[in-house]
C-alpha cells in the first residue's frame, strides 16, 4: 500500500537488499519488483500462516503493515477487517516466536485511542497483542506506532474530495 512503498523506497535508499514484500495486492508487488528489483516478492495474505512463514524465510525484522483500514468496509465486513487486522498480527507474532526475529514493528491507528468501531477495535487489538508478545518473548523488539490520516494516500479525505471539486 502506500506506506509500504514509501518504506520500501525509504530503506532501498538507505541501503537495505535484503527486503521482502508480502502482499494479496498482485499489482502492486509486481510495480514494486520493477522498481526495485532484489526484492523478494511474496503474493499472499498475512492471514494465511503458510504465507506468513514463506515470507518469514531469512527475514530478520519486520514492518507490519498490512491492514483492512477503510472504515466503512471494515463496518460492513468486520470478518475481513479481523481476518487481516487481527489474525494477520498474530501469525506475524507468533512467526517471532519461532523465527531468529530482531523487531516487528505494528502500524496503528489514531482510531484506537477512542474506539468507536470495527477498525478501531482491530487496531487497539494489535496493540494490546504487541504488549503481550513483548513479554513472552523478550529476545524481540515489539513496537506500534499510531498513524493518523496522511495527506493523499489511499482513502484519506484528499483523495475522495479532489474529483469532487474538480467539477
Known amino acids: ?3 509500504g512503498k514509501a518504506l520500501v523506497k525509504r530503506l ?3 541501503g537495505v537488499t ?21 526484492i523478494r516478492i511474496v503474493p499472499g ?17 519486520i514492518f507490519h ?15 475481513e477487517c479481523v481476518l487481516t487486522n487481527v489474525v494477520g498480527t498474530l501469525n506475524l507474532l507468533e512467526v517471532t516466536r519461532s523465527y531468529e526475529t530482531d523487531f516487528i514493528v ?5 482510531k484506537a485511542s477512542c474506539v468507536k468501531g470495527v477498525y478501531g477495535a482491530t487496531k487497539l487489538l494489535l496493540e494490546r497483542l504487541f504488549i503481550q508478545y513483548s513479554k513472552l ?31
Open 1 to 3: 500500500g502506500f506506506l
Open 12 to 14: 532501498v535508499s538507505m
Open 18 to 38: 535484503n527486503l521482502v514484500a508480502l502482499s494479496r495486492n498482485e499489482g502492486e508487488l509486481v510495480k514494486i519488483k520493477e522498481l526495485y528489483p532484489t
Open 45 to 61: 495474505s498475512v492471514a494465511d500462516m503458510t504465507d506468513v512463514k514463506n515470507a518469514m524465510r531469512g527475514v530478520s525484522g
Open 65 to 79: 503493515l498490512a491492514a483492512m483500514k477503510h472504515v466503512g468496509l471494515a463496518e460492513e465486513g468486520p470478518r
Open 106 to 110: 505494528g502500524l496503528s491507528t489514531d
Open 137 to 167: 518473548n523478550p529476545k524481540t523488539v515489539y513496537r506500534t506506532v499510531r498513524y493518523g490520516n496522511v495527506w493523499a494516500s489511499t482513502g484519506s479525505f484528499v483523495t475522495k474530495w479532489k474529483p469532487k471539486m474538480e467539477k
